[in-house]
């Protein structure tokens, strides 16, 4: 039994999805995915946990081809649709695929797999009106999952997650954020990740309400659908806020107010998958008359943290344990940190995933004895409310004898008038051991001196970047996420 998927039976005819203006409902999805599951069984009775990877638009038909992945007994594999051929092929063999799903747009990327010997390659136009039979019964224990972490300090490693596990994730965020049958909520981000898989598509799903796809993202399209007044949820993370912020902005003022009175309507908004910048979280509100509930998790882990359904959203913190996960604070020896003193998140609970994908030795070093899965960001609790200081490897940076938090001193800098974004990271340095350094998105006649200045007002001597760089814009990764380790490297060049 898959849960997620014995949950679409109680809703037949409801809606389901919207996809470029066609609507299918609960028992379209059904029918489709069970079609999709026997054509990939064939003779097969069961998949038996054969990975599946595919390669499809955000879509109906990427939920009916995820589904029907999940329904034969296959792990799906979803493949980033905006990554070259190496990419992807790293991903295809380190799970050692048995079947390769390619929708017609990408066929021309992946043609060297179309003769292999080593897996099944399928057109997704190979996958209509398959006739269907029985479909094996799978236990909700399998393997369902494998999804890629962003690789930021090593190759990317491949988090397995269970039926269980993704169950556990799904209704985890479904007490905490109210979903229900009456919720319609934009799916536009990536489907290679947790945020858009778990968090939109999945809680959706699960409670019967209604995704509406947006292929591409596009500013105009957004705040059209908006003022259609269907949608109550969206969920985003920190970049696209910036940028629906950016072209409302040049929008005539009645324009603005449709948008206004549309987004008031709303049940609630949330921002993840990088930090919310507390600039863009007012400069949002005071457009939509919301605050953006901030929330924290990672591919391993699903979802961990948010901050309150009810109650307080804290800017610039990420909110507290979501039902059903246990979170810690520990030093660098593993001990819990007394309270008010900054330490690793550690996280426990059926929501954590099962292990890296053909990795023994990092699943074991990615867990304490006792079972705790270290997710390497380092955080505080301040009045109940755990708040980011960043992460180990790239944002907590070791300079002069005081760690300093990268994401705090871009808070900062990010507040003055001139500034549209910026990045902190430390580079090598004799004298410091690392030298504070900021890349800035911003107009190009700022005073750096003046900004120094400024800043000697918000920060301490010793958290002033020593270094300041200009970009046209910052480099990131598909969720939006700065990669601090590019950006490194723009320092160096």
């Not at 609507?23 to 998949?47: P, T």
């Not at 003022?253 to 987004?263: D, G, V, W």
Request: hydrophobic share 40%; proline share 6%; with cysteine.
């Amino acid at each position: 039994m898959i849960p997620l998927i014995e949950r679409a039976f109680q809703f037949p005819s409801r809606t389901a999805v919207v996809d470029r203006g066609n609507k299918f409902n609960y028992q379209d999805l059904l029918e489709r995915s069970a079609a999709i599951a026997q054509s990939l069984l064939g003779e097969q009775k069961d998949l038996n946990q054969q990975r599946v990877a595919f390669i499809v638009n955000p879509s109906y038909d990427y939920l009916a081809v995820q589904w029907g992945i999940w329904r034969a007994g296959g792990i799906a594999v979803p493949l980033c649709t905006s990554y070259p051929f190496p990419s992807l092929q790293y991903v295809i063999e380190d799970t050692q695929a048995s079947f390769l799903i390619v929708a017609p747009e990408f066929e021309e990327t992946l043609s060297p797999y179309q003769k292999s010997q080593t897996l099944t390659y399928l057109s997704t136009r190979d996958l209509q009106n398959y006739p269907t039979g029985a479909l094996p019964d799978i236990n909700p224990n399998r393997g369902a999952m494998i999804l890629y972490t962003s690789g930021t300090t090593s190759l990317p490693k491949g988090v397995l997650s269970t039926h269980q596990t993704i169950s556990a994730q799904i209704k985890s965020l479904v007490e905490a954020w109210n979903w229900s049958e009456k919720d319609h909520i934009l799916s536009i981000l990536p489907l290679h990740h947790v945020h858009g898989i778990i968090n939109v598509n999945s809680c959706a799903l699960w409670s019967g309400a209604t995704v509406e796809f947006l292929p591409q993202f596009d500013p105009a399209k957004v705040f059209e659908i908006f003022c259609q007044g269907e949608v109550n949820v969206f969920m985003a993370v920190p970049t696209i806020y910036f940028k629906l912020i950016a072209f409302y902005e040049t929008l005539p003022s009645s324009k603005q107010e449709e948008i206004q009175n549309a987004l008031k309507k709303f049940r609630f908004m949330v921002s993840g998958s990088a930090a919310l910048p507390v600039s863009v979280m007012e400069k949002w509100k005071s457009i939509s008359g919301h605050t953006l509930l901030e929330r924290y998790g990672m591919t391993e882990i699903g979802m961990a943290i948010s901050n309150p359904y009810d109650g307080e959203r804290r800017p610039g913190h990420i909110g507290q344990p979501l039902p059903g996960v246990s979170v810690r604070l520990c030093d660098e020896n593993g001990k819990e940190v007394p309270a008010g003193t900054a330490g690793e998140i550690q996280v426990k609970g059926e929501t954590v995933f099962s292990e890296y994908w053909g990795k023994p030795e990092a699943t074991a070093k990615a867990f304490t004895p006792d079972g705790w899965f270290k997710t390497g960001d380092i955080a505080i609790v301040e009045e109940g409310y755990y708040r980011i200081l960043g992460r180990d490897s790239v944002d907590i940076i070791k300079s002069g004898g005081y760690k300093i938090s990268a994401l705090e001193i871009e808070e900062k800098i990010r507040a003055h008038e001139a500034v549209k974004d910026c990045g902190v990271v430390g580079i090598p340095d004799e004298e410091w051991g690392e030298k504070v350094v900021a890349a800035l998105v911003a107009d190009p006649n700022v005073d750096i001196s003046e900004l120094k200045n400024w800043l000697r007002a918000q920060l301490p001597s010793y958290k002033i970047p020593k270094e300041f760089l200009f970009l046209d814009e910052l480099p990131r990764n598909a969720l939006g996420k700065v990669t601090k380790n590019e950006l490194k490297k723009r320092f160096n060049s």
